[in-house]
Each structure stands twice: as structure tokens, then as C-alpha cells.
């Protein structure tokens, strides 16, 4: 079956430390891939996405991700959080064909210490 | 550009009674989605439009639940009869086209809770 697994329900760093949210996906090919962050009372935003090439991505906010094919992961790096961070990180993954139709996983609720 | 329109933002009812979201997208978008997210749960998507036809409501709960996108533009949402396990937040997404590489834009979302 199709997944998508998240590890970490919740994850505490200190404002300007590295941060690495972790994202592994179980599908039958290379799914589209995507990084969305949610703030409180507001709709997810999306920060970053991987379809092919270069398996390292650059987003917004200074977000980045690598796609590890032999893993099936997708983890997000920032390597210094600011404390408007602090939010909810939901992986997603997409088929290439078909009704692309998205599947996320749980969330990482990210806090950050001032 | 303005982005994807919901509302109500808050709906607090009883259970069996019936309530309507109501989603406009932006403007242009040919893809709208309407997602569940449960606390503590990722987004599920409910029903996938494409324009006005229906492109995939395989975890709609039809006994329940229907949505309609009249026109192709804005969309309704409802649940009639309402149970407790339908509180959550009804999130609504719009994308230019349907393809994958297109990136799906989100409203607020209406929290629904169910007493």
C-alpha cells in the first residue's frame, strides 16, 4: 500500500540550531514529492517539491531536501531555524500519472526555543 | 492574486444535523480538491474535481457527504447527517490544471466540530 511515514510527531530545536525533518514514503515507483508547512490557523504552504534530476531541492523560507532513491526518503534540512519556523511540516507524495493524487503523511510539529 | 477562498472559518453543530462549506478558488484554477484533516492526522482527500466533473471521490463517504462544483468555479461541501467523527478541519485546494507537477494551493479551512 501507498504511504507515507513521519517519524517524529514532534521535534524541539533552539532558534538558530540545524534542523532535519525526516520523511520516507512507500510507493511502487519514484512518486512526485513534496515538503508543505502549515501555521496555526492557517493553510498549508508549499515549501519545496522533487519530481526528477538533481536530488538535492531548494525552497522557500531556506528550506532544502534530498530525495535518496535506495532510502525512500525525502527529509527537509534548514541549517539555521528562526522562530517563525515553528509550525507543522507535512510530507506529501503524488503519482506521475493518473489523477495525482496526493498522500500525506502525519505531520512533525516543529517548536522552537528562543 | 487573491488566493482560495472558505468559509465559514468555525461551525460548532450537533450530531445529525446537516452543514455546508462553501470554497471559491483562484481564479483561473481548473483543479479543485477538498481535503479532511482529523487532529493529528495529515490532509485526506475527500474529492477531487476537474472543472466541473469529478476526477476521483473514491474516500468521499457518499452516505453522508456530498460535493457538488456547479459551473466549474466554486464548490459546496456538505455532511447531512453530521456524526462526532466528522469534526475536523475541511481544507480546500485549488491548482491550475490537473497534472502533477502542478502545486496545489490551500484555503484556511473550516474547522467543523460536532457535539
Known amino acids: 500500500a501507498q504511504s507515507v511515514t513521519q517519524p517524529d510527531i514532534h521535534i524541539t530545536v533552539s532558534e538558530g540550531a540545524s534542523l532535519e525533518l525526516r520523511c520516507n514514503y512507500s510507493?511502487?515507483?519514484?512518486?512526485?514529492l513534496f515538503w508543505y508547512v502549515q501555521s496555526p490557523g492557517q493553510g498549508l504552504q508549499l515549501l519545496l517539491k522533487y519530481f526528477s534530476g538533481d536530488t538535492l531541492v531548494q525552497g522557500i523560507k531556506g528550506f532544502e531536501a534530498e530525495f535518496k532513491r535506495s532510502q525512500s526518503s525525502f527529509n527537509l534540512r534548514k541549517p539555521s531555524v528562526h522562530w517563525s519556523d515553528a509550525a507543522e511540516y507535512f510530507c506529501a507524495v503524488a503519482p506521475t500519472s493518473g489523477t495525482y493524487k496526493y498522500i500525506f503523511g502525519t505531520g512533525t510539529r516543529l517548536k522552537v526555543l528562543a | 492574486e487573491a488566493g482560495v477562498a472558505q468559509s465559514p472559518r468555525y461551525k460548532i453543530i450537533e450530531k445529525r444535523q446537516s452543514v455546508a462549506f462553501w470554497c471559491n478558488p483562484i481564479?483561473?484554477?481548473?483543479?479543485l480538491y477538498w481535503y479532511q484533516q482529523i487532529l493529528g492526522q495529515g490532509p485526506k482527500l475527500l474529492i477531487q474535481?476537474?472543472?466541473?466533473?469529478?476526477?476521483?471521490d473514491s474516500q468521499l463517504p457518499k452516505d453522508r457527504f456530498s460535493a457538488e462544483r456547479l459551473k466549474g468555479v466554486d464548490s459546496t461541501l456538505k455532511i447531512q447527517p453530521a456524526k462526532l467523527e466528522d469534526s475536523a478541519v475541511y481544507l480546500c485546494?485549488?491548482?491550475?490544471?490537473?497534472?502533477?507537477?502542478?502545486?496545489?494551493?490551500f484555503g484556511p479551512g473550516t474547522r467543523l466540530t460536532v457535539l
Open positions: 481564479s483561473g484554477h481548473a483543479t
Open positions: 510507493y511502487g515507483a519514484t512518486p512526485y
Open positions: 485546494a485549488s491548482s491550475i490544471r490537473l497534472a502533477g507537477g502542478n502545486e496545489q494551493f
Open positions: 474535481f476537474q472543472n466541473n466533473g469529478v476526477v476521483d
